[in-house]
């Protein structure tokens, strides 16, 4: 398991209900961060953690997504009661450090959510 | 100030051509240039990148091509693959912040 894993891979859930999007990261990476990718769309930036610095949550497109990352490592996108433009592929990334410096950011393969 | 410019949206391309994409930044601030390649279903994964201090970098058949001045930076891939089909994103670095290209859906046709 050296890549960045996610969990679920698909999630399926009705609007309103609250979801919660598992990310657990390369071992000893202390960046992680959040993207959405709406179909045919690049990627739009939620939330970045840096080892035990406050996260960057200047992504995060309202107050219903919120997302931690416990003990340095695994984290969760709580997103709650979900509207239908919600619906996308979650994408997490974890690199060795902040990304000053150029390092490379390693993607998981995404949980793909749709709200019906 | 904080978006980067990528064109075109789809490309298609004869097996052995070249595929070239463009981007556009605007902030000067961006100090790393990097372009992913994404198949469906799977996450992006970094391909070639470059900082502003080169012109030019070259991997294999992957070339970065980059002009600081005119904010311009252009991916080349010579003689295109079918394996090359997939969405690429170029992508600036400010910070810790990566600001995406909204990607190229290349086609290589056999």
């Known amino acids: 398991g050296a890549g960045v894993s996610q969990s679920p891979s698909n999630k399926v859930t009705e609007k309103g209900k609250d979801v919660e999007l598992r990310c657990d990261p390369i071992s000893g990476h202390t960046a992680l961060y959040w993207y959405r990718q709406s179909l045919g769309q690049g990627l739009e930036f939620l939330i970045y953690?840096?080892?035990?610095?406050?996260?960057?949550k200047s992504g995060l497109p309202s107050d219903r997504f919120s997302a931690e990352r416990t003990g340095g490592s695994v984290s969760t996108l709580t997103i709650q009661r979900t509207q239908q433009e919600d619906s996308a592929v979650y994408l997490c990334?974890?690199?060795?450090?902040?990304?000053?410096?150029?390092?490379?950011?390693?993607f998981g393969p995404g949980t793909r959510l749709t709200v019906l | 100030q904080q978006q980067v410019k990528q064109s075109p949206q789809s490309l298609i391309v004869q097996k052995g051509g070249i595929s070239i994409i463009n981007c556009a930044y605007e902030n000067t601030a961006f100090d790393y240039f990097p372009w992913y390649q994404q198949f469906p279903g799977k996450g992006p994964a970094l391909l070639i990148a470059i900082r502003p201090d080169v012109s030019e970098k070259k991997e294999g058949r992957f070339t970065i091509s980059f002009n600081k001045s005119a904010k311009q930076f252009s991916l080349h891939i010579m003689d295109s693959q079918p394996g090359d089909s997939a969405t690429y994103f170029c992508?600036?670095?400010?910070?810790?912040?990566?600001?995406w290209g909204a990607g190229t859906k290349l086609i290589i046709k056999p």
């Open positions: 953690f840096q080892g035990n610095s406050a996260p960057d």
């Open positions: 990334a974890s690199s060795i450090q902040g990304l000053a410096g150029g390092n490379e950011q390693f």
């Open positions: 992508a600036a670095v400010s910070n810790y912040q990566l600001i």
